[in-house]
């Protein structure tokens, strides 16, 4: 019963967000569960049945996807009307979602096991190669510049200021993505960020040398 809720999950996700271009399809999905099942493994922790089916669902009811806050809960409800788990677990597999958007940087503890590994999972794929691919294809989506070094960095921010504050691709790097390895939840996320954190560091490095013509 529950792979077929499983497989059920993926063809429902791979029709919502199958062609997205700022970085959240299917592949981003899909990389977010296999993580999420690793340190769910790793940790010897968790339910791995609520942790798949929250890693599948994690942006379905993201706003930066839908018309509204409203409009994307409304969808990740009428979907898991659709399936048979239980009503416990409809509303916990629901209160993982809302918990673990970053939102500006304005963390708050997670109440459980299950929330702080989907959490990581998604926060691993914000970070290294894969992140950086995304980061720049958000942007662009979104009209954001590269770079503007006229910009400052945003330290402290309000979730408006988050989503719709002037920043640039890179900026993007300081006002999150850089910061994600020491947000990890779990040992074994701890341990996958770290090379992933070295490989932005380069990059970011290089991205200089190259804007300020150091390589000439």
Same mark, same amino acid.
């Given at each position: ?24 399809? &299917? ?183 190259? &804007? ?5």
């Amino acid at each position: 019963m529950k792979n077929q809720m499983i497989k059920q999950t993926e063809v429902f996700v791979r029709h919502e967000l199958g062609e997205d271009a700022t970085g959240h399809d &299917w592949f981003h999905v899909d990389r977010v569960r296999r993580s999420a099942l690793h340190i769910c493994k790793e940790e010897q922790a968790g339910n791995p049945f609520i942790i798949e089916m929250a890693a599948l669902l994690h942006d379905i009811s993201d706003e930066k996807l839908n018309e509204s806050i409203e409009k994307g809960e409304e969808k990740l409800e009428a979907f898991l009307e659709t399936i048979p788990v239980t009503v416990q677990e409809k509303k916990y597999i629901g209160q993982i979602i809302a918990s673990i958007s970053f939102k500006g940087g304005n963390n708050r503890a997670l109440a459980s096991i299950e929330a702080r590994i989907v959490q990581d999972a998604d926060r691993l794929d914000a970070i290294g190669a894969i992140g950086i691919t995304r980061v720049f294809a958000y942007g662009g989506k979104k009209g954001q510049p590269i770079y503007d070094p006229k910009i400052n960095v945003r330290e402290e921010m309000s979730l408006e200021e988050y989503r719709k504050g002037k920043s640039t691709s890179i900026h993007h790097f300081y006002e999150k993505l850089l910061k994600l390895k020491d947000l990890m939840n779990t040992e074994a996320a701890k341990k996958m960020a770290e090379p992933r954190q070295q490989m932005m560091i380069v990059f970011l490095e290089q991205f200089y040398q190259e &804007w300020d013509g150091l390589d000439l």
